[in-house]
């Protein structure tokens, strides 16, 4: 029976960064996908690093550290994944939204964050945002990256390393011990692991329910519309601050689906438009009403939007958990099993610090980082 | 955020939960998020703080039955339990 110190179950960002995370340690980590690489949630993500969308509280500092990785990532391993500090903008269109926006700058600097807050002179940052805009915020800091490529960059320093990827492989059976897991492959190899991180995002409660084990992450709908290549140009990430949109025609209501504009060039100079954010269940199929919805929210903010054609639409799924905050750590009752999932929107951009999580979890016993406030057994 | 008083656009509103809110029953329309019942009970003295609605700023942390929740992503129960930051006591 082959042995290894880790197995990392889930090829996506966060299983990438924990594989890393755990090699850096000096363990011996096999990584296994049910697919390809990253076939989940990474692959339709828009790659958001995000400080500025985060009140002062636990998410932003998870963000401030795991941004400060990410810049790490790329001294030390180069950049093949187009990792871009851009920057980002937001976006206040009354008077209401510009005072909420000017607070949330005002708290942001008092954590020494770099941002400010303009109420006049954002063309120079951003040329193209309507005339409805009253003020915004620019933090200069947040980053983008290309999400399938920083997997594929991983994977290439893992392999490098001799880490072994077993891809289209399944978890037929996970036997958990005291001391270590039986792994059982949908092949029938049988692996013998020290510890299993399972970074399997949605999907993480159909892999513990045979063991009669639960974490209450469900599936969150999001729709992204890419548009052609063109002359309007999208320098930094540009979202919409108060969600005005989202206050005036959903938010009060019974309406399952909001809507939230955001807006980034991709180095290809494609634009992506998101995001949308709904409970469905696990369909991933495109709803061209709910992209509708969400291009109309974007051009409310960067009207010259409007004349580009839309290439495509593509539907991922966030895994949201009830608090907001990611899970991380072991799963009670199974304490060499860790979970690492919760994340919703913010996977790419916890990533880096979700890897450090859960390698101080394996290898330091450091199982309650910020007072206990990731822990799976919050729940219970 | 505070601003403008929110009313409601659905159409159920006919059916309604009741809920607890600070101690206080109320009857909210059936489907509305924990952050939609604050903003109908909102008043000049007493707003809830958010700005994004969709569970990113986090800003609307509540506690519905005790758990620490997202008002915005969480929807209500008849007989739920809410309480405001300002109510906690610890």
């Given at each position: 029976m082959k042995r290894v110190d880790a197995l990392v179950v889930g090829s996506g960002i966060i299983g990438s960064f924990v594989a890393l995370a755990l090699r850096e340690r000096g363990l011996e980590v096999m990584v296994v996908d049910r697919g390809g690489l990253a076939p989940g949630t990474s692959r339709s993500s828009d790659g958001n690093l995000l400080c500025s969308d985060k009140s002062p509280g636990l998410m932003l500092d998870l963000s401030r550290r795991s941004l400060d990785a990410w810049h790490h990532f790329a001294e030390r391993h180069g950049n093949d994944c187009e990792f871009d500090p851009k920057g980002a903008t937001v976006v206040a269109r009354s008077a209401d939204e510009a005072r909420g926006l000017s607070a949330l700058v005002a708290e942001h600097q008092a954590l020494g964050i770099d941002c400010r807050f303009l109420e006049s002179g954002w063309h120079a940052l951003e040329p193209h945002l309507g005339p409805d805009t009253v003020a915004v915020g620019h933090w200069p800091n947040d980053a983008q990256v290309q999400p399938m490529l920083a997997c594929y960059q991983i994977a290439r320093i893992l392999r490098d390393q001799g880490?072994?990827?077993?891809?289209?492989?399944?978890?037929?059976?996970?036997?958990?011990?005291?001391?270590?897991?039986?792994?059982?492959?949908?092949?029938?190899?049988?692996?013998?692991?020290?510890?299993?991180?399972?970074?399997?995002?949605?999907?993480?409660?159909?892999?513990?329910?045979?063991?009669?084990?639960?974490?209450?992450?469900?599936?969150?709908?999001?729709?992204?519309?890419?548009?052609e290549r063109g002359d309007v140009m999208v320098n930094s990430k540009i979202a919409d601050f108060g969600y005005q949109a989202a206050a005036e025609s959903t938010e009060v209501d019974e309406t399952a689906v909001q809507t939230a504009a955001i807006i980034e060039a991709t180095r290809s100079g494609t634009i992506l438009c998101g995001s949308s954010r709904e409970f469905a269940g696990f369909d991933m199929a495109v709803n061209m009403h709910t992209v509708q919805q969400l291009l109309a929210d974007c051009?409310?903010?960067?009207?010259?939007?409007?004349?580009?054609?839309?290439?495509?639409?593509?539907?991922?799924?966030?895994?949201?958990?009830?608090?907001?905050?990611?899970?991380?750590?072991?799963?009670?009752?199974?304490?060499?099993?860790?979970?690492a999932t919760g994340h919703e929107g913010a996977g790419h951009g916890l990533a880096a610090v979700t890897g450090d999580l859960v390698a101080a979890c394996v290898a330091d016993g450091d199982t309650h980082p910020y007072e206990g406030r990731l822990h799976p057994a919050r729940f219970q | 955020m505070t601003g403008q008083g929110f009313r409601y656009r659905g159409t159920a509103a006919e059916e309604s939960v009741r809920v607890t809110l600070d101690g206080r029953a109320v009857d909210i329309p059936r489907g509305v998020s924990v952050l939609g019942a604050l903003l109908l009970q909102a008043d000049g003295d007493r707003q809830p703080d958010w700005f994004c609605a969709i569970g990113q700023c986090q800003r609307c942390r509540v506690r519905v039955n005790g758990d620490e929740l997202i008002a915005c992503q969480t929807y209500l129960a008849p007989g739920d339990r809410i309480e405001t930051p300002e109510s906690w006591s610890g």
């Open positions: 880490v072994t990827y077993r891809f289209y492989e399944g978890i037929e059976r996970l036997e958990p011990r005291d001391d270590g897991v039986t792994v059982t492959l949908d092949g029938g190899d049988r692996i013998e692991a020290g510890h299993v991180a399972l970074c399997t995002g949605v999907w993480t409660p159909q892999i513990l329910e045979p063991l009669g084990l639960s974490v209450p992450v469900r599936p969150r709908k999001g729709h992204i519309a890419v548009l051009v409310r903010i960067v009207p010259d939007l409007a004349r580009l054609r839309v290439i495509r639409g593509y539907a991922g799924l966030r895994p949201f958990s009830p608090d907001g905050h990611p899970v991380i750590g072991p799963v009670p009752g199974a304490e060499r099993l860790i979970v | -």
